[in-house]
């Protein structure tokens, strides 16, 4: 997979990156292969611990967000995306087995027990995802959060 080099010196612009955070190889292998066939820089990761730390050297654009892993998950993640400055204003794609219903009624639990409650993700899709959706979805958050850059996908 390519890593993101922001001093790329061609004459497109580089790739977005966009990070992936999913325990399952076969869900980081089919989102990073979907991702790169369409103008996407994927940066992956298996768990919450590694993502923010790639989240935080690489910037991504975007994090696709796994709720349930081992260890440290997509709501510990996320979280600690949207507690850290430098990282809070990158949206999140939750992709999850878990139905949006229960995770809405999840986050309005946690919601009630935080200081500064988190907002809702940019996105969500239950598991398993359509191709063609989750890349649609992809455009529709990226294009509604940043300006679209002349030869960006």
């Known amino acids: 997979m390519a890593n993101h080099n922001p001093s790329s010196t061609s004459k497109t612009s580089p790739a977005p990156p966009v990070l992936v955070v999913d325990d399952e190889i076969g869900m980081r292998l089919f989102i990073s292969t979907l991702l790169e066939t369409n103008g996407f820089t994927p940066i992956v990761a ?79 899709i239950e598991k398993p995802p359509e191709a063609e959706y989750l890349l649609a979805t992809i455009r529709s958050v990226l294009q509604t959060r940043m300006p679209r850059r002349p030869g960006a996908p």
């Not at 910037?59 to 998950?73: C, H, R």
């Not at 949207?82 to 139905?99: E, N």
Request: proline share 10%.
């Open 46 to 124: 298996r768990n919450g611990s590694d993502g923010l730390q790639k989240a935080r050297a690489q910037k991504p654009v975007l994090a696709i967000l796994d709720i349930m892993m081992p260890n440290e998950g997509g709501v510990w993640l996320y979280r600690a995306l949207k507690a850290d400055p430098s990282l809070c204003a990158i949206p999140v794609l939750m992709l999850s087995g878990v139905t949006h219903e229960a995770f809405r009624h999840y986050l309005t639990m946690l919601n009630s027990q935080l200081e500064a409650p988190l907002p809702p993700p940019a996105a969500y």
